[in-house]
């Protein structure tokens, strides 16, 4: 059974950085693609960043290009995002996400078939 746990989430002021980390365990996770979305209040969930399961090619949503990075350490199974400059519309639950399929890229249109229970990020003006 796979499982993902999210942790680093917090409540921050406009331009402050926080880092979420997700360990995953109950597969070899160096195999799969993994992936962080977010859902704000009222809003659908949207995807952040991916990464390949190689950590050789991500992809992010436009709106945090240049500011989030996502980063995986295979020998830890952890998957990472680090958040700078944040601003208050990056308010949302945000959810760790593994590819069901193995050699995928972290893409949008990925298949993620396991999340994690979500991690909250306040950033507040």
């Known amino acids: 059974q796979v499982q993902l746990v999210e942790s680093g989430g917090g409540s921050v002021q406009t331009g402050d950085s926080l880092r979420l980390s997700c360990a995953a365990s109950g597969r070899t996770f160096s195999h799969y693609a993994m992936a962080w979305f977010r859902q704000a209040p009222g809003k659908e969930r949207e995807f952040v960043a991916g990464?390949?399961?190689?950590?050789?090619?991500?992809n992010y949503l436009d709106s945090v290009k240049g500011r989030f990075t996502i980063s995986r350490d295979n020998a830890k199974s952890t998957v990472y995002l680090q958040m700078n400059s944040l601003k208050p519309e990056d308010t949302a639950v945000y959810y760790c996400?593994?590819?069901?399929?193995?050699?995928?890229?972290?893409?949008?249109?990925?298949?993620?078939?396991?999340w994690g229970q979500g991690t909250q990020v306040t950033v507040s003006s």
């Open positions: 990464i390949s399961w190689g950590g050789v090619r991500t």
């Open positions: 996400a593994a590819a069901g399929d193995k050699f995928t890229d972290g893409r949008f249109d990925t298949p993620y078939d396991y």
